[in-house]
């Protein structure tokens, strides 16, 4: 490879990285290639992408982009996630491969502006994805006011109770009177 191939492969590298505002770096040993071309297709469904590219141009990118604290993750063979969105879904891509297919380790990454470790990224994809945190967030504000009108409900039913008992005892009052007058 020459140095022009070499200069393109980088600046094409950091350019993608200064898109893209998450990355995750990864390890790959003896995972076949049909398996890594299915983690390509589980992380395009979900705006992100990985690649290969040789360590030293990929120290290079990082470093043209300004995250040289992510080059002592470098090592071996490399992967690397590029992320557009959602770095929950993406690091939970991520763990569930390496766990199912094995030979993939979460090396470390750079999300929402700051640098993280493989256990960070770990922690990240425990996490609850967005949608369900939306859905938890509906459902507590949803659960107070259902318990409010709830209350107010039987509040009501009370009163009615206790109007009707008043009405009762009036009516028997009046008809005890009636018959005394008889």
């Known amino acids: 490879m020459g140095r022009t191939e070499r200069e393109y492969i980088v600046d094409e590298v950091s350019q993608r990285m200064k898109e893209n ?3 995750i770096l990864s390890n790959f040993v003896n995972v076949k290639s049909e398996k890594l071309n299915e983690l390509r297709t589980k992380l395009a469904e979900n705006s ?7 360590n030293t141009l990929c120290k290079l990118a990082l470093e043209k982009v300004g995250l040289d604290q992510l080059v002592e993750l470098i ?3 490399m992967g690397l996630v590029l992320c557009q969105e959602d770095p929950v879904r993406v690091s939970k891509i991520l763990i569930d491969f390496s766990k199912e297919a094995g030979g993939l380790t979460v090396r470390g990454g750079y999300v929402e502006g700051a ?3 493989e256990v960070q990224v770990k922690e990240l994809a425990a996490l609850p994805s967005e949608k369900e945190l939306l859905t938890m967030l509906v459902y507590g504000i949803k659960s107070p006011i259902t318990s409010f009108v709830s209350l107010l409900g039987r509040l009501v ?3 009615v109770v206790v109007l009707d008992q008043i009405a009762k005892s009036k009516d028997s009052d009046t008809l005890g009177e009636e018959g005394k007058q008889e």
């Open 21 to 23: 505002q998450n990355l």
């Open 157 to 159: 039913q009370g009163l």
């Open 115 to 117: 640098v993280i470790s």
């Open 75 to 77: 090592d071996g063979s």
């Open 48 to 54: 992100s992408s990985y690649f290969v590219v040789k």
